[in-house]
């Protein structure tokens, strides 16, 4: 058993930060000193562990324990999932890395790079991760009957999408709360529901994944800077009402 000073020792969590995910419930070590002192156990420990990986991926605090305190949390799947998405960044800073280096080299007049290669590495093309995350959360026969109604119409919808996003973008001059933002939000709903079935829970923990999943964050912002948390905030008051 460990106390809190120990713990922060060990970890590189502030002492602050550990009472403040006890006050929350987020962590509340096992057992306690005669003197009231907090006792941290092994359990808690790999608890904390989890709880680290989920910030270090963007996670509120919020929606951590929300996810960690469902019935059906599976550490050893929430694990997996971690790793992947932590993998989706190495690869795609790398990406960045390399296409850095490439620059250098061309201005230096070591290499010829095509306009394509510029621009590399900025590329949001992981649908088949996002397609695996999908069939892990919602069942391979959701995903499948999704990908049915839209066969045969990617390359329209995907055209409805920016529009939608673009909209969106312009309606950030509104308080999420307005009546404005709203109406745009609803297009956006209606939208997805065209494609799937999302109850409006879902659809703010959608709102959510937009923050926590820098994936989404990067390619929602390029429509315009903190359109992604507008859209969160958005999407949780219209899932509100």
Avoid at 134 to 141: H, M, N, S, T, V
């Amino acid at each position: 058993m460990l106390q809190v000073k120990e713990v922060s020792k060990l970890t590189g969590v502030s002492v602050r930060t550990l009472h403040h995910y006890d006050h929350i419930g987020l962590l509340t070590p096992e057992s306690a000193t005669e003197s009231g002192y907090r006792l941290y156990s092994q359990k808690d420990l790999m608890h904390l562990q989890e709880i680290l990986f989920f910030r270090e991926l963007g996670f509120p605090l919020k929606q951590i324990k929300s996810l960690m305190s469902d019935p059906s949390y599976s550490r050893s799947d929430a694990l997996r999932m971690q790793k992947r998405l932590l993998t989706d960044r190495v690869t795609h800073i790398q990406g960045m890395i390399e296409m850095i280096d490439g620059t250098l080299e061309q201005r230096e007049g070591d290499l010829d790079m095509t306009e394509e290669r510029h621009f590399k590495g900025f590329k949001f093309s992981e649908s088949d991760s996002y397609e695996a995350e999908a069939r892990e959360l919602y069942g391979d026969q959701a995903v499948d009957e999704g990908k049915a109604k839209i066969k045969g119409n990617e390359q329209a919808l995907q055209e409805e999408m920016n529009d939608i996003y673009r909209e969106l973008a312009q309606t950030m001059e509104h308080n999420p709360t307005s009546k404005e933002a709203q109406v745009a939000i609803e297009q956006w709903y209606n939208y997805l529901n065209r494609m799937g079935s999302y109850s409006k829970e879902a659809f703010a923990g959608l709102g959510e994944m937009y923050i926590s999943d820098e994936r989404f964050q990067q390619n929602i912002d390029q429509f315009r800077p903190g359109l992604a948390e507008w859209m969160r905030d958005a999407m949780k008051v219209y899932a509100g009402n």
